[in-house]
């Protein structure tokens, strides 16, 4: 009789707390709920991990908590995709400003992302003159393209930009080649401006010099000071980068939540279809 009587008050005692587990759980819900219904995400999930954790036997609250969960992922994305929308609507209207400064060069025959380029920097004007051109694609990627042309060749893979002491240089380019026309050499070196050794950081730093030198690195060197509009080109450039850039980010961040909608709204149903069976 004494063992009977011990093992059931042990399974009183068991039945006790686990009713009490599930009234704490139920009470970390009604929380989460008012979390949600305010607004605070972050606490509501929080809520719904710690009735997880603390109460892993409350089964019919974790479950709720699943669904409130999701509700929370949903919703969470939903507010996200406005305020991605109105900031593409914002980097929208400044791309619109900006953009009538340059030349766009897009042949859609063959190139699915043309360029932009500082109108004083196109080819057509600039034909038998050593300088550095800077050029942003449609998706904000900057580069620079060195151009040699003023006799002989230098063989060059690099340049240096200075004022006095001061200076930045590109590494060797991965990209150079050389050409000529009706005699005349010419060479060409790219640099992605992530991989410029800090020469547009260098121009913007500098840009209200007069003198800064442009020289090229090759078996022997070539100096010349870059103008005005090549100095501005570059200026200019950076700013349409980065708003350009920017709305490629944006880009990510929308496709991104709206794949996690479509993710949330297929578990959702798929909860829904298993609670009707």
């Known amino acids: 009789m004494k063992k009977t009587g011990w093992i059931v008050l042990s399974l009183a005692g068991l039945l006790t707390a686990c009713n009490g587990d599930k009234q704490k759980a139920a009470g970390l819900l009604e929380r989460a709920n008012a979390s949600f219904e305010a607004g605070d995400y972050n606490l509501a999930k929080l809520q719904i991990d710690s009735i997880r954790t603390f109460y892993p036997k409350a089964f019919d609250a974790r479950k709720e908590g699943i669904r409130l969960m999701q509700r929370v992922d949903l919703e969470e994305q939903q507010k996200s995709l406005v305020y991605l929308d109105s900031m593409m609507a914002v980097k929208q209207a400044a791309l619109d400003s900006l953009k009538t400064r340059f030349v766009l060069e897009k042949d859609t025959a063959y190139q699915e992302i043309g360029n932009y380029f500082y109108p004083t920097q196109v080819v057509?004007?600039?034909?038998?003159?050593?300088?550095?051109?800077?050029?942003v694609n449609e998706l904000g990627e900057m580069s620079l393209t060195s151009i040699y042309c003023a006799g002989g060749n230098l063989h060059h893979t690099a340049v240096r930009v200075s004022v006095g002491d001061t200076y930045a240089e590109t590494p060797v380019s991965n990209d150079s080649y050389e050409t000529t026309d009706l005699g005349r050499a010419i060479e060409k070196a790219d640099y992605k401006v992530e991989n410029d050794g800090g020469v547009v950081n260098?121009?913007?730093?500098?840009?209200?010099?007069?003198?800064?030198?442009?020289t090229f690195l090759g078996d022997r060197t070539y100096r010349t000071v870059m103008?005005?509009?090549?100095?501005?080109?570059?200026?200019e450039l950076v700013?349409?980068?980065?708003?350009?850039?920017?709305?490629?980010?944006?880009?990510?961040?929308?496709?991104?939540?709206?794949?996690?909608?479509?993710?949330?709204?297929?578990?959702?149903?798929e909860n829904q279809e298993t609670s009707e069976d």
């Open 227 to 235: 103008q005005p509009n090549d100095v501005k080109a570059v200026v």
């Open 202 to 214: 260098f121009i913007l730093a500098n840009q209200d010099k007069k003198n800064i030198q442009l």
């Open 124 to 135: 057509e004007k600039n034909i038998g003159r050593s300088f550095l051109r800077a050029q």
């Open 239 to 269: 700013e349409l980068a980065k708003v350009l850039s920017g709305m490629e980010e944006i880009k990510k961040e929308q496709n991104e939540a709206n794949l996690k909608i479509r993710f949330v709204e297929r578990k959702m149903q």
